[in-house]
């Protein structure tokens, strides 16, 4: 992030050089107002800090002429830097174009302010705007605008094309204008958005229109709109509603993000990254219903670690909580996509198989039993128990019948000798 430092004080500078030093913005810094407007010509900046009084001009005069320069929008990035009580000096800055205004003598707001600026740039330069508008005139300079603040934008001349791009990618924003080249107008666009029926159904959209029509924005708003915007487009507004319905859209995500953390805690074993009891619990019954409705084989593998509490005795809890880890990674990457593994308890863990009869099930039992045999982790050599279990043809069979047949197999297997697959001989072809 540049940002450009206009403050007559040297010390002031250096102050706020040294502030920023350590978080990635880098600062170019003049003492006057046309010192300022030759690097703005010369380079591109984020943000433009200005002291509110100047040695030639006044803060508020440099602002009322900044956006003269090589036609760029630097309204939206000006920030006021003053001594003054702010609350005064608040309304002046805003009707000149000032998105902030920081106090010079309170460190920790300028630093925290300028950090929160930073912050809204970053996010910006993460998000990417669809944006249709057939005016080319008009999209060019509204582009312009948009990538000026960090914006990544996709542009189209119709709502046909849009859609199509809306489809195959992921936006933080739709801009559209109401009425536009082909049969879809933009009204349009808003209400096929929302009847998606996808996650991209909620994103934010913000129409546009040259026309101040009350019902028709009512009506774009009923539709689903998030805000509404009439031309010609006032830059600062247009930036600060952007800002607002990303803001908005990213606020979303992290809640999305919360909720499947939490997900992930309440249905996962935190320490093999397998599925936990819990989750076989809720999932158990759909594999059983799935097998029952289209008349497929599910299996059932019980695989018990044997002389688990000998390791815990003598190399510790630590080393066994290693061994159980490797053990879900091999698990896991044992299963196929439509599999489901978990830890049920302890040493214990099942592998729901689905469309998987009894032969393909020993086989893979004997496999993985193999593959335990072969781990040797934390250097410690481990076997596993395993009872194999089948639906077969019998498409009622209850969960609870499939893992009593399993588990009943795993004692077999123990009371064998361990290290081996034993399997409810009944569901076996012959």
Known sequence: MNVLLIEPTKLYQQIVHEMLGNTGIKVDATSTGCKGFQLIKKNGYDFILV???LPDMTGIEFAQQVNNINNYFYSNSLVMLTADDINISLKEAQ???YIEILPKDNFESLYNGLLQLAGQINRNKASKVLYIEDT????QLTIALMEKIGLSVD????GEQAM?????????LVISDIFI???LTGADIVEAIRKSGSKKSRTPILAISGQGDTDMRINVLRKGANDFITKPIQHEEFCARINNLIALKKLFDQVDEQQKKLFDLAMTDQLTGLYNRHSLTEMAPKYISDAKRHRFELSLLVIDLDHFKNINDSYGHATGDV?????GRLLNQACRK??????FGGEEFVMLLSHCNANHALEKAELIRQQVEALMPAEIKITASIGVASTGQDHNMKFNTLFEEADKAVYQAKHSGRNQVQHAKSNVAA
Do not use: C, P, T, W
């Open 51 to 53: 002291s509110k009084n």
């Open 95 to 97: 009707q000149a174009g």
């Open 136 to 139: 080319k005139s008009v999209a």
């Open 155 to 158: 542009h189209f001349l119709n």
């Open 164 to 172: 199509q791009s809306f489809d195959g990618n992921d936006y933080d």
């Open 181 to 183: 080249e082909g049969k």
């Open 323 to 327: 061994v159980l880890s490797e053990i």
């Open 338 to 343: 439509e599999d489901f593994a978990a830890r």
